[in-house]
């Protein structure tokens, strides 16, 4: 009867206590600093971090962070309310499977905007289909005061999607990442949970079940296991019943299944293991007959099916900048964002190192899911590794990405860890034209620092608003400097502007924040093939609140805007 659409392990379990300390709200209402005791947030005995505010009736803009600096702020863009009046208002937070390690996978909203249900049934109900502003019609509710938000309808008979909204926008995609097929009878309420400990959504429904998905476990050996995930619970006699499925397709179809074994923690999932192995670069169709729920009702002859492309990934990784510094590691295992990486710590594959040459290899295969009759689309997957369960590549933000594709059947992939590679230094002169809107007045000049000469943290490089260096157009209020980076400056730049007030004082903008940063580029940015620098734009001091027009503005720590143009 039940369907739990995403599977998150609760936070608690996977990191020491210690490291669950410091998740706080963020915003204009208390000055934008993530380091403000007061706005911790607590773990409640739900497994949900809470705080309450008394909100004024002012716009109130917001974000939480996870630890006590911007680099693991979520979500990407602010957050707002204006309550009608001053009241309380409370902001429920999750940070996900692995606090301290950004993936996508936090989620914050507050009282004022309750979850909804968006999606197909919305226009069934009075709404409007996937109206993510919808205040009135598919609200829910936590009745019991144990963060599991419900609601519940008499939906017309008939298939359905839809997913769970926070705050009334889609800046956050709570999981899983699509949309959520279910069905109603028509006459029996269909019921929606929202589990916000655990990030995850149930559906309690009397119509009959449906095949959603039926994704490839691969073992390391060969790709010959399928789990077929069911709308709801099925009944164990049916469901381990081989005859019951056909996996058709792919160059020597149709591919037996030699044992069918129902999940022991999840009963709307059945695991497959096939005869013959599976061949990347193909579709493929799985069919399932005569498999009931736990009432009896067989399963939904329109929707039985899942059909999927197969598609293979060699992932290298170099190690030998690591192992230099650190040593070899025991272990290293991939983590991702797409089934079957995860990033539950060392849950996913674990990497190689056959011939000993620091080059580390693990080969993973993902089922690109579709509607039967269409194609597979691409599909982007985030991943990074983590070195002996503990130690992850990069910050909070960081990972490196792949694009399936669906027209190959494989391809390979080769990074180094974190990005850095011995050869990271750029291969001519690259210019850059250092652009600043809305600086303060400097009585001693306003200067760019960073870490690759010629700027430095010391002296810096000045921006001048006087129509020479660069500057366009003199006393316009942009304040520019033109800097020429020379051939082997490493090409990832870190730099912050400041604000001399004399020769030995001044401020940095935004202290609190981390430096910004910009990747030199030797491809299109070298100055011998350009008619002039690439061009970049920055906010001065971003983090103090900005209002009016918004043109050149955005709400993100780091460029405005990358121009790469020739004159």
């Known amino acids: 009867m039940k369907l739990f659409a995403a599977t998150m392990v609760l936070a608690m379990l996977l990191v ?10 963020v915003g204009n209402f208390q000055g934008w600093d993530p380091a403000d005791p007061a706005s911790e947030l607590a773990l409640n005995g739900n497994g949900v971090y809470e705080l309450t505010i008394l909100a004024g009736d002012s716009l109130h803009l917001y974000k939480a962070v996870d630890g006590d600096d911007w680099a693991s702020a979520f979500p990407g863009s602010d957050q707002s309310f204006t309550p009608g009046t001053p009241q309380n208002v409370t902001f429920f937070c999750n940070l996900g499977a692995v606090p301290g390690t950004k993936e996508g996978d936090e989620y914050v909203f507050h009282s004022l905007n309750p979850p909804i249900v968006c999606g197909t049934l919305q226009d069934e109900l009075g709404g409007s289909d996937w109206d993510p502003g919808d205040t009135v019609n598919t609200v829910m509710s936590d009745p019991n005061l144990d963060d599991i938000w419900e609601f519940s309808a008499v939906i017309p008979a008939g298939s359905y999607e839809f997913k769970i909204v926070l705050n009334n926008n889609w800046d956050q995609n709570t999981s899983p990442s699509g949309n959520i097929p279910f069905g109603s009878d028509g006459v029996n309420p269909v019921t929606f949970k929202y589990h916000m400990a655990t990030n995850t959504t149930e559906v309690i429904t009397a ?33 381990e019943t081989e005859a019951n499925y056909a996996v058709t397709g792919g160059p020597s179809g149709p591919y037996p299944v030699a044992t069918a074994t129902l999940d022991g923690s999840n009963a709307s999932l059945v695991h497959l293991d096939l005869a013959t192995a599976l061949t990347e670069g193909y579709d493929y169709t799985v069919t399932v007959t005569g498999v009931t729920d736990l009432a009896g009702t067989p399963i939904d002859p329109a929707a039985n099916t899942a059909c999927f492309f197969l598609h293979k990934v060699d992932f290298e990784i170099n190690m030998h900048l690591y192992i230099e510094a650190s040593g070899v590691p025991t272990s290293l295992h991939i983590q991702g964002d797409t089934h079957p990486l995860t990033w539950d710590q060392c849950g996913g594959a674990e990497a190689f190192d056959g011939d000993a040459d620091s080059t580390y290899v693990v080969t993973e295969y993902f089922t690109m899911h579709y509607t039967c009759g269409g194609a597979a689309e691409s599909t982007e997957v985030k991943y990074k590794y983590i070195v002996d369960c503990t130690i992850w590549e990069g910050d909070f933000d960081f990972g490196h990405f792949v694009t399936l594709d669906p027209n190959a059947g494989s391809q390979l992939v080769n990074v180094w860890w974190e990005d850095v590679a011995p050869f990271d230094d750029i291969t001519c002169d690259v210019g850059v034209l250092f652009q600043v809107h809305d600086s303060p007045t400097c009585a001693a000049g306003l200067f760019v620092r ?10 810096g490089v000045e921006l001048l608003d006087d129509g020479t260096g660069g500057d366009v157009t003199s006393g316009d209020g942009i304040f520019s400097a033109q800097v020429v980076f020379p051939t082997g400056t490493y090409k990832f730049l870190e730099y912050k502007y400041f604000c001399a007030e004399s ?7 935004c202290d609190v924040l981390p430096n910004r940063d910009l990747t030199l580029d030797d491809v299109n940015g070298c100055m011998a093939v350009r008619e002039g620098p690439m061009e970049l734009e920055d906010l001065w001091n971003w983090c103090e609140p900005v209002t009016g027009a918004q043109s ?8 405005i805007k990358h121009i790469y143009r020739a004159r």
Do not use: H
Request: charged share 20%; proline share 7%; net charge negative.
């Open 16 to 25: 020491p206590a210690a490291a669950l300390a410091g998740p706080s709200i």
């Open 207 to 239: 119509a009959a079940p449906t095949v959603i998905s039926a994704p490839i476990d691969f073992d390391g050996t060969a790709a010959d296991l399928l789990s077929v995930q069911f709308s709801k619970d099925v009944e164990q006699i049916t469901a």
């Open 450 to 459: 960073g870490t690759e000469a010629p700027l430095d943290w010391i002296n």
């Open 503 to 509: 020769d030995t004082s001044g401020i940095y903008e």
């Open 552 to 559: 050149i503005r955005e709400k993100t720590w780091g460029q």
